[in-house]
C-alpha cells in the first residue's frame, strides 16, 4: 500500500532530535492541517502523545508520523522534507496539491 506522504531523510533526523529533546515519551508527531493566513490553510506539526483511531500511521525505521484524518485528502502525494539554509531552517512541504501560495509563504490553499 502506498503511504500518504513521504518523509526525506532530512525531516527524519530531525524528528529523530526532537522527539529524543522532548522531556516526556511520544508516540511520534502527528502532521495535520490549520485554518490560517491569507490563504487559509498552513501545515501543523505537534508531538503525538496517543494515536488516534483514524489517524493514518507512517512508520519509518523508529520514527512514526501520524497524519490527521480531516488532512489526508489535501496531504497526499506530498513530500516532507527538512531544509537548512542561511537565515532559517524548518520543515518544508512539497505538495502536489497546492494550487497557489500566499506572498509570505505561511499559507496555501488546494
Do not use: W
Request: aromatic fraction near 8%; include cysteine.
Amino acid at each position: 500500500m502506498r503511504q500518504a506522504i513521504t518523509i526525506s531523510q532530512a525531516a527524519l533526523e530531525q524528528v529523530r532530535v526532537l522527539l529524543q529533546k522532548r522531556e516526556k515519551p511520544s508516540v511520534g508527531i502527528r502532521v495535520g492541517l490549520k485554518t490560517k493566513g491569507c490563504n487559509g490553510l498552513a501545515y501543523s506539526i505537534e508531538y503525538a502523545d496517543d494515536r488516534h483511531a483514524l489517524d493514518e500511521c507512517i512508520v519509518v525505521d523508529d520514527v512514526t508520523v501520524l497524519i490527521d484524518p480531516k488532512a489526508i485528502m489535501f496531504l497526499i502525494g506530498t513530500e516532507m522534507d527538512f531544509v537548512t539554509d542561511k537565515f532559517q531552517s524548518g520543515f518544508v512541504f512539497n505538495n502536489p496539491n497546492e494550487k497557489g501560495r500566499c506572498g509570505c509563504g505561511k499559507s496555501f490553499h488546494v
